[in-house]
């Protein structure tokens, strides 16, 4: 079976911090995905991030980077420059197998993340 | 293009009442998944659908069905409703192959049970 942890429940910075949110995962299948998702109050899951089980390179898009480290089985996520725009909650999701099996999620039980102005 | 669609955005039913929730995919998708979002946690797996035959079932009740349409659309049905079943219920669609593996979601049908 599979588990993903965000052992943060709430997060409070000041515009133009950075914040990373952490996620750990737990999975006997060598084949998997990461994903990063954002949901504002409207409540629909917005796509951030995804990372492949085979490719630990970090990268940077914009203002967001991911730190994929399959040694510690830890997919943190990183905001830089935090805006007021980016408060919600952000949830961890991973999904095992072949590339099909991204359409079952499994999520952490997410992080609140409140930037103030 | 439109992204996924679900309708109603919210219900109110009472409890041992039947309920339909409907979505439908982004175009060019033929994968759709549910997921049930109760507040305070992450979502929960509950069916996913490919090709209108279902590929998964997350531990849920058999008061819980599901099917896909030919045109890919889908609907989620509840019946016997608890007021446990009080949720976000959340639809994904996904493309098939490796390029592309993230699914995107609707806006969710927001239900409450009384």
């Known amino acids: 079976a599979q588990k993903v942890t965000q052992a943060q429940t709430e997060i409070s910075v000041v515009e133009k911090e950075d914040v990373t949110l952490d996620c750990v995962y737990e999975?006997?299948?060598?084949?998997?995905?990461l994903f990063w998702y954002k949901q504002p109050p409207s409540g629909e899951l917005v796509f951030l991030i995804r990372r492949n089980s085979f490719d630990e390179q970090n990268e940077i898009s914009g203002r967001y980077s991911w730190n994929f480290q399959k040694s510690t089985s830890s997919f943190n996520f990183t905001i830089t420059a935090s805006q007021v725009v980016d408060s919600a909650v952000y949830f961890c999701a991973l999904s095992v197998g072949p590339s099909g099996s991204a359409r079952q999620l499994t999520f952490g039980s997410g992080t609140q993340l409140t930037v103030l102005p | 293009d439109a992204g996924v669609t679900q309708s109603p955005t919210h219900l109110i039913k009472t409890r041992g009442q039947q309920v339909t929730l409907r979505c439908s995919p982004i175009s060019g998708h033929k994968s759709v998944s549910w997921y049930q979002q109760v507040l305070g946690q992450g979502p929960q797996f509950i069916f996913q659908y490919y090709e209108k035959e279902e590929r998964g079932r997350g531990n849920f009740p058999d008061r819980f069905s599901a099917r896909q349409f030919p045109n890919y659309s889908s609907e989620l049905n509840v019946n016997a409703l608890l007021l446990g079943d009080s949720a976000l219920y959340l639809c994904?669609?996904?493309?098939?192959?490796?390029?592309?593996?993230?699914?995107?979601f609707g806006q969710g049908t927001r239900l409450t049970v009384v």
């Open positions: 994904a669609s996904s493309r098939t192959g490796a390029t592309r593996p993230e699914a995107f």
């Open positions: 999975t006997r299948d060598t084949t998997y995905y």
